[in-house]
């Protein structure tokens, strides 16, 4: 299945643009409780390698292989899967689902369904374990891939830190970002990593882009 780019979709909106007379025709397919989704609050939303969607949801974890759902929740044995409010896939294939009512991660991989905690996975590597951050300050951060190399990202919104992961690296914490105004956590929106720089929504009174450097200062800044 076709991956989305950055590319395509500015050429996308570039030829709507163009074609704004023109009739055009959309297939838009929509899928409630009635069709298999075990909660109408979805949270967040994934593609992995093999185009299976996955889907976090206020009541567990779901993938979407086109025609059926398959669940992970407490109702089917999978406690941990709760209120998972950010998934995204590594480079090695699993998906890091986020239980923001533990302020813990739970891992399964797209391909043998094998599950894992954090200290399964990483042991003492991992940032909370080793004492870089709590659990605490991880209560609420959303995790962005980098589609170039599968790099991903965690953003900590109370710390404004980010903390990037890739299997041959490891982990590796990277300074705070220096906001010039306060930013309250919820509304910071991390876009794309490129470059040795990070570019940033924050969604507020203005709406702005801002690029960071490597060391989190910032660069400019563009109200959207």
């Known amino acids: 299945m076709l991956k989305p780019h950055i590319s395509f979709i500015a050429m996308l909106l570039f030829c ?118 709590t659990e605490k300050n991880w209560g609420a951060f959303p995790i962005f891939k980098n589609d170039e190399d599968g790099t991903l990202y965690l953003y900590n919104q109370h710390t404004t830190q980010i903390v990037s992961y890739h299997s041959s690296r490891g982990f590796k914490v990277h300074p705070p970002l220096k906001f010039q105004q306060p930013a309250e956590p919820g509304n910071v929106k991390m876009v794309k990593y490129h470059n040795n720089r990070f570019w940033v929504v924050v969604n507020g009174e203005k709406n702005e882009l801002i690029e960071f450097d490597s060391n989190g200062k910032p660069q400019r800044q563009t109200a959207i």
Request: charged share 20%; proline share 2%.
């Open 16 to 133: 709507c643009g163009l074609l704004q007379a023109q009739e055009y025709i959309s297939n838009i397919r929509s899928f409630g409780v009635e069709d298999g989704l075990s909660h109408r609050s979805v949270k967040s939303v994934t593609e992995d390698a093999n185009g299976f969607i996955w889907i976090g949801l206020e009541n567990g974890l779901q993938r979407f292989d086109g025609t059926e759902f398959k669940s992970w929740n407490a109702e089917n044995g999978f406690p941990a899967f709760s209120n998972i409010r950010s998934v995204v896939v590594d480079d090695q294939g699993w998906l890091w689902a986020w239980n923001a009512t533990a302020n813990r991660f739970v891992f399964i991989h797209t391909f043998t369904e094998e599950i894992q905690t954090q200290e399964q996975r990483f042991g003492k590597q991992f940032p909370v374990a080793n004492g870089t951050f």
